[in-house]
């Protein structure tokens, strides 16, 4: 995948071919892209979020945000050592994300939880790809900084699922979820 200034590189003298570095940072910055959508699909619902538990969810919500915030600047961090140039801004974000677009419908605290599950898992199967791309490229920093950065996603993913435990809607979602295909994985 090729992103709006991919060919914009910067000198990098970090011990790994041009090529692979160039693959890496693609890696990246989707996954960056994701990260920074992510991120304010989070706060839409932190500031939109009504109902039961309100105040626990809307502190959640604000807890995951400052998680994906953490995330995207360590992408882009890396884009960077690598000599790449981190495409993070909330337009080149929108374009390149391979989220949906966040449910406006969702008001009560279970429809926000249901449409984060769905983006987070999302997110998840997108680092995964980056970690096998990485671990193919050879570089094991960023497989490392991948590899945290799920394990992060996935203990998120899992308090928000915990406030579905036993909606009906979490085993549907987790349904679709199996069947979704991600750039690089078909």
């Known amino acids: 995948m090729t992103l709006g200034n991919a060919d ?9 071919p041009a090529d692979a570095r160039e693959d890496l940072i693609d890696v990246l910055n ?3 892209a994701n990260a920074v959508d992510l991120h304010w699909q989070v ?8 109902g039961k538990h309100f105040i626990s969810r809307h502190q959640l919500f604000d807890s995951l945000a400052d998680h994906l915030r953490t995330q995207a600047d360590a992408m882009a961090e890396r884009a960077g050592t690598l ?7 909330i337009r080149l974000a929108a374009k390149n994300s391979q989220l949906p677009e966040y449910d406006l419908q969702a008001v009560d605290g279970d429809a926000h939880l249901s449409a984060l599950v769905d983006r987070f898992a ?3 199967a997108s680092i995964r790809d980056g970690i096998q791309r990485s671990e193919a490229l050879e570089d094991p920093v960023t497989v490392d900084l991948l590899t945290q950065t799920l394990g992060v996603v996935e203990l ?3 308090f928000l699922e915990s406030h579905l435990q036993g ?5 549907a979602n987790r349904s679709r979820r199996d069947d979704v295909q991600l750039p ?3």
Request: charged residues 20%.
């Open 122 to 124: 999302r997110y998840a």
């Open 30 to 32: 989707v996954n960056l």
């Open 156 to 158: 998120d993913l899992w």
């Open 167 to 171: 909606d009906a809607r979490t085993t």
């Open 83 to 89: 000599g790449g140039y981190a495409e993070g801004t």
């Open 8 to 16: 914009m590189k910067f000198t990098s003298h970090v011990n790994l």
């Open 43 to 50: 706060k839409q619902a932190h500031w939109n979020i009504r």
């Open 184 to 186: 690089g994985n078909a």
